[in-house]
């Protein structure tokens, strides 16, 4: 039997992870949740932002289900302390190295972009972060102080098979979509991002039917404002896709509605909205779940293999924006309903039917 292991979190995370778990409990009651802590409160009741036994608890059921880590109460922290730390942990102690963040327009909400309609409306895009490497994990890392002055270093690394299985990801994607990966770099400066387009290149023609182009990460920002709806598949290393992926959120207008997955091998997963714990408005009832309940959807189509429950989600939110329900993230324009977190929850559910 199915196992999904959920992890709230901190700020927003318990309330918008209770909305998604309530429409998983809908749709498939055979699925077994346990819960565990992650992050800030992870670091007040274990010690640590994830416990060796989560760490267990986690590798045992495969699939989890976050909500979102952080908050001030821990920002003074030291570095291998900080709640961020265990979502880092998670993903490398899964293997979760592809991480998929979809960027859609839903057509209700293409006015609340900041950026002109005509400048978003058709955005499909899906950014492909690699999400176990790079810089975010290479060694030697950390301060290195050198007598009279203060230093501090990371580490650009990736080897060749942590950069073709990536790839392939990005390409395997793209073939079920418009068969075009865009593979993001800095390749005019940086040897390791040359080095990663090297790979890159070797891996493309197994998927002869994709289209393959290059681009240069801070152009690549500069499109992604002013042409958009043109990129199908964004292929990037792990900083640049932390990066552009929070790019690609906003000009869609809404961050309360992206979901994401990472994935590894032998069917592991992990799927979490991607806004983060928004300390300001936590625990009043405010917070957008969509986001959280499209991770959901995610999670029953590639967790779970059930991608018609997953549509079926995807439309009960759509059809319950159509129907002018928003919460305050979102805008409220003329003949248009806000709702709070529970109430949101509740709508998508009785959408389910
Ligand atoms: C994200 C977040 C994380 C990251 C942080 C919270 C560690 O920004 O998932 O994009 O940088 O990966
Ligand atoms: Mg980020």
């Not at 909400?109 to 999400?131: H, I, N, T, W």
């Not at 079920?176 to 387009?197: C, G, M, Q, Y």
């Not at 070797?202 to 039917?209: G, K, L, M, R, S």
């Not at 009960?316 to 928003?326: F, H, K, P």
């Amino acid at each position: 039997m199915a196992r999904v292991l959920v992890l709230p979190g901190d700020g927003i995370g318990p309330e918008v992870t209770a909305e998604a778990v309530a429409v998983l409990r809908q749709l498939a009651p055979d699925v077994q949740l346990e819960e565990r802590l992650i992050g800030g409160c992870a670091i007040d009741a274990e010690g640590a932002p994830l416990s060796d036994a989560t760490v267990a608890r986690a590798k045992d059921c495969g699939l989890v289900l976050l909500g979102a880590v952080g908050g001030p109460k821990w920002d003074k922290l030291p570095p291998n302390l900080r709640p961020e730390r265990g979502l880092l942990r998670i993903r490398k102690e899964l293997g979760l190295y592809a991480n998929l963040r979809p960027a859609t327009v839903f057509k209700a909400l293409a006015d609340a972009s900041p950026l002109r309609r005509e400048c978003v409306e058709g955005v499909d895009l899906v950014v492909v972060r690699e999400l176990t490497g790079g810089i975010y994990y290479g060694e030697p890392r950390g301060r290195d102080d050198q007598p009279g002055l203060r230093r501090a270093r990371n580490t650009e690394v990736y080897d060749e098979r942590e950069v073709a299985r990536i790839a392939r990801t990005a390409f395997r994607l793209a073939q079920d979509r418009k068969r075009l990966v865009t593979n993001i770099h800095k390749a005019n400066v940086l040897e390791v991002s040359a080095f990663w387009n090297e790979i890159v290149e070797e891996i493309a023609p197994e998927f002869p039917d994709v289209r393959l182009e290059h681009q240069l990460v801070d152009s690549a920002a500069m499109v992604l404002l002013r042409d958009a709806p043109k990129f199908d598949v964004l292929l990037c290393p792990n900083l640049f896709g932390d990066i552009l992926s929070d790019e690609a959120a906003m000009i869609t207008g809404s961050l309360g509605m992206l979901p994401s997955a990472s994935l590894g091998d032998a069917g592991r997963g992990l799927f979490e909205p991607i806004h983060g714990s928004a300390p300001d408005i936590a625990g009043q009832d405010k917070a957008n779940p969509l986001a959280a309940i499209l991770s959901v959807a995610m999670l029953l189509e590639s967790g779970l293999g059930r991608p018609k429950d997953a549509a079926r989600v995807r439309r009960a939110v759509e059809l319950t924006i159509d129907a002018g329900y928003r919460t305050g993230d979102l805008g409220r324009g003329p003949g248009q309903t806000l709702l709070g977190t529970r109430a949101m929850g509740a709508k998508v559910r009785e959408a389910l039917g």
